[in-house]
């Protein structure tokens, strides 16, 4: 078993430092995560959804424009696109001459 053990150690010796300062950051995020959901618990629920409401719109027009959208919302994306200003666009009338 001690063997087992060693072997083990040893692996986790040879993980890059990279991965480890992921891990970390990930689980500084996960449990600011869970802090500020127990203090949004305790908020308003207007002003908690007025909140939510404006932070998806904001990820959401954000991601319309630059078309960096998960690959699962892209359908819906699309369908909303047309209606909106988007990079791509906005990049082509900048090639463009003015009009005299």
Do not use: H
Not at 34 to 59: D, E, M, P, R, S
Request: aromatic share 12%; hydrophobic share 55%; net charge positive.
């Amino acid at each position: 078993m001690l063997l087992v053990a060693v072997s083990a150690l040893e692996k986790v010796a040879q993980v890059p430092s990279k991965i480890w300062l992921n891990i970390g950051i990930g689980f500084l995020i996960f449990v600011a995560a869970v802090y500020l959901i127990k203090q949004a618990a305790q908020v308003n629920k207007i002003w908690l959804g007025i909140i939510v409401a404006v932070v998806c719109a904001l990820v959401g027009f954000n991601w319309i424009y630059s078309r960096n959208e998960p690959k699962f919302l892209t359908p819906f994306v699309d369908k909303l696109a047309p209606f909106f200003p988007s990079a791509s666009g906005y990049a082509s009338k900048q090639q463009q001459q003015p009009a005299p």
